[in-house]
C-alpha cells in the first residue's frame, strides 16, 4: 500500500498570505491528524478529523483550521502567515479511529518570510 | 505534558543492540505504550506498540514491566541507518469518546556508531 502522502512538500510564503496543504490517507483510512513540528516546541497536535468531522483541536489560534472530505482527504489552511508558522506540517492517518495506530506522511516545509 | 521520561541520547555501536529505556509511572490501565522514532527532518514512523505482554515485529521488541510502569524498546542489531530520535509515547486506544491526538516529548535520540 501507498503510504501517507502531502502536498505540497515544501513550500515559501510571505507574512500576511495564507496556504492550504492537503493529505492523502493511506488507502482505507478514515482518520486523519495533523501536527506542527517547530525546533522550539516539538510536536504538536493541530487537529483530528474523523467521518469528516472534527473530533479534537489542540491549542492553535483560529488561523489554523482544516477539513475533511468525504474521501478521507483532508486539507489544512494556516491564514494570515507569521514567520513563527514556519515549522514542519505532519499528517497522521489511522485506520478506523483516531485512537488506532497513527502512520504519519513525510510532511510539508513551510518557510515564512 | 507528555507522561513518558526517557533519556535525552544514548549511543550504540553498529551491530550491537540498543536498548532504549522509557518510564511511564502514571500510565492507566486502558493506556498502551506506543513508540515511533523520526530520522531527521522526516515524518515518525511507527515501530511497535503493546499494552501490558512483550511484543516483536520486524523491526524491534518491545520489554514491559510486570508494574506496566517502565518500558525498554529493543533494537537487536543496531545499523547506522537506525539513528533517529525515538519517542516513547502512551495513549488509550479504543473507539469510544477518547481523543487520539500523540503527545510527544522530547524522546531520546540514539546515535549508532561505526
Known amino acids: 500500500k501507498a503510504g501517507v502522502t502531502q502536498t505540497p512538500r515544501y513550500l515559501i510564503k510571505t507574512r500576511g498570505q495564507q496556504v492550504t496543504l492537503s493529505c492523502s490517507p493511506i488507502s482505507g483510512h478514515r482518520s486523519v491528524s495533523w501536527y506542527q513540528q517547530t525546533p522550539g516546541q516539538g510536536l504538536q497536535f493541530l487537529f483530528e478529523?474523523?467521518?469528516?468531522?472534527?473530533?479534537n483541536k489542540g491549542n492553535f489560534p483560529g488561523r489554523f483550521s482544516g477539513r475533511q472530505f468525504s474521501n478521507s482527504r483532508s486539507e489544512m489552511n494556516v491564514s494570515t502567515l507569521e514567520l513563527g508558522d514556519s515549522a514542519l506540517y505532519l499528517c497522521?492517518?489511522?485506520?478506523?479511529?483516531?485512537?488506532?495506530?497513527?502512520?504519519f506522511g513525510p510532511g510539508t516545509r513551510l518557510t515564512v518570510l | 505534558d507528555a507522561k513518558t521520561t526517557q533519556p535525552p541520547s544514548m549511543d550504540c555501536a553498529e551491530g550491537r543492540a540498543a536498548n532504549l529505556p522509557c518510564n511511564h509511572s502514571?500510565?492507566?490501565?486502558?493506556?498502551?505504550v506506543y513508540w515511533y522514532r523520526q530520522i531527521h527532518s522526516q515524518g515518525p514512523q511507527y515501530i511497535i506498540h503493546g499494552l501490558k505482554n512483550n511484543e516483536t515485529n520486524e523491526m524491534a521488541s518491545l520489554i514491559i514491566t510486570e508494574d506496566r510502569k517502565s518500558s525498554t524498546l529493543i533494537l537487536p542489531h543496531a545499523t547506522l541507518r537506525d539513528t533517529a530520535v525515538y519517542y516513547c509515547?502512551?495513549?488509550?486506544?479504543?473507539?469510544?469518546?477518547?481523543?487520539?491526538?500523540?503527545?510527544f516529548g522530547k524522546g531520546t535520540k540514539l546515535s549508532v556508531k561505526p
Open positions: 509515547i502512551v495513549r488509550v486506544k479504543n473507539y469510544g469518546g477518547s481523543q487520539g491526538n500523540l503527545i
Open positions: 497522521a492517518s489511522s485506520p478506523r479511529h483516531p485512537t488506532d495506530t497513527q502512520y
Open positions: 502514571t500510565i492507566s490501565g486502558n493506556e498502551y
Open positions: 478529523y474523523f467521518s469528516e468531522t472534527q473530533r
